[in-house]
C-alpha cells in the first residue's frame, strides 16, 4: 500500500523494464513442456525406448511396456523425444501417439472419451452422458477406419495416479483388451510411473499384459549430470555471458540434494534469471540463485500446507495462534489438544480428537519439516514434548486464510492464553482469582 504519497508510476516501469538489461533470449526454454534437442544422460533409456517401438516402422506391433522414475528423471521428456525421432523415420502412415495425463484424465470415461477425440478431430464425445461400453465400441470402430493399418501408441502418463485415485483396473482392462477387438488398427500402450510399486494392487491380468517387457527404469540424476542439463538448456534460454559459470553448478549442487529432479534444477535457473532481470542486473549471479531457492522452498511449503487434511490444518491453526498471541509460550502437546478442542467445537463439522491422534498429527507435522519436536524432561513430572514452528508465521496465516472453514478463526485467542479464564474438562470458568 502506498497511501496515495508515492504512486506507482506505470510508464515509468514499462520504460525502465523495456530498458533493462536483457537476460533471456528465449525463457520458453526453461519451460517444463519444452523438448530439448538432445537429451543429455539419458542415452541408455532412448535406446532402449528405441528398441522395442521400432518393429513399428515395418507396421508390427510393439509390445506394452513400462517406464518407472521419481519425478523429473525424464520420463515424459524422453518418451516425447522418441515418438518425434520415429514419426521422421516414416513418411506415410505415421503411427498416432495419443497422450493421456492420468493426473488430469484419470476416470475411465474420460480417458475413452479423450482417446475418441483426439483421433476424431470432428465428432466429439461429450464430457459425460454416454454409457462406456457405447464409447468403447465407437473408439474401435473409429481406430479401424482412421488409424487403419498404423500403429496408435497409448501412452498414459502419471499412471500411479490413475492407480491411486481409481484402482485403474477398470480403464487399463479396456485398454489392454483392444487389439483382440479391432480389425485392422494395433495398439500398445506405455505406462509412466513416479513410483516403482504402483501396480502391485492391480488385477493379475492387467498386470501380466502390462509387465510381460522388464520396465526402463530412470534414475535420478547426479549434480554433473545435471549442470550438462542446464548448460545446454541455458544456451538457448539466456543471451551469451549474462550467466556466472558458478550459477550452473550452484543450481545443479542444490537440485542434486533435492532428489536429483530435472525440473527442480530449471525452476531454479528459471527463477534466478528472472530475480535478476527484476532487479535490472546485468548478469545472474549466484545469490539470485539462494534467493530463487528460498522463493521456491517458500512455494513448496505453501503447496504442501495447502494439500493437508483439514484437521492436520487445525492442529496448525492451534499452534499458530499460541504462537500468535503469545510469541514466548512454551508449547507442550497437551496445549495443542486444548486448542484444538476449542477450535473443533467452534468449526462447523469438526470432530474432536483424542490426544493420541493429535499427537499423530504432531508427528506428522514434525516430519514434513512444519514444526519440531523436542523432548524435554520435566524432572518429577516426567518428559513431555515442546513443540515449536519452523515456517514463517506470515506464510502460516496466508496459508490458512485460504482455508474457508478455517480463516475466521486466526484471530481468536485460545483461552489458554485469557487470563481471567480457565478450561476444566472442556468447559470454560472464569478465574475467580
Ligand atoms: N536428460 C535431459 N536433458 C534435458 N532436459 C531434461 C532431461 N531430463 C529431463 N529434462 C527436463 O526436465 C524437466 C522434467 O522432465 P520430465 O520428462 O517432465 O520428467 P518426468 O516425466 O520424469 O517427471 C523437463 O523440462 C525436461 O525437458
Ligand atoms: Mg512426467
Redesign the pocket.
Known sequence: MNNGKNPFNIEKFYKSYLNAPKIFKNQNA???????E?????DNEIRMIAEKTACALRGDTPPNFLCY??????????I?YVSQKLAQQIIKNKPWWIYINCNLLSTPYRILAHIYNTISGKERIPPTGLPKDVIFKKLLGLLDQKVGSTICFLVL?EIDLLIEKTGGNEILYLLTRLNENLDYCRTSLIG?S?KLKFNQSLDPRVQSSLGKEPPIV?HP?NAK?LGD?LM??AKVAFYDNVLNDDVIHLCAALAAKDDG???K??QLLRKAGEIAANSQHKVVKEKHVYEAHDELEKDHVEEYMLGMPLQAQIVLTAIFLINKFKPEYIITSGDIYEVHSELANKISGIKQLTKRMISDYVNELTLSGIISADIRSLGYYGRTKIISLDVDMVLVEKTLKQNEKIRNFLNYKPILLQSDKVLIKNNIFKKLI
Do not use: M, V, W
Open positions: 526453461l519451460d517444463s513442456t519444452y523438448i530439448p538432445e537429451l543429455p544422460h539419458r522414475g521419481r519425478t523429473g528423471t525424464g520420463k515424459t521428456a524422453t516425447r502418463d509412466i513416479n530412470f540424476y549430470q542439463i545446454e538448456r529432479d530435472a525440473r534444477a530449471l
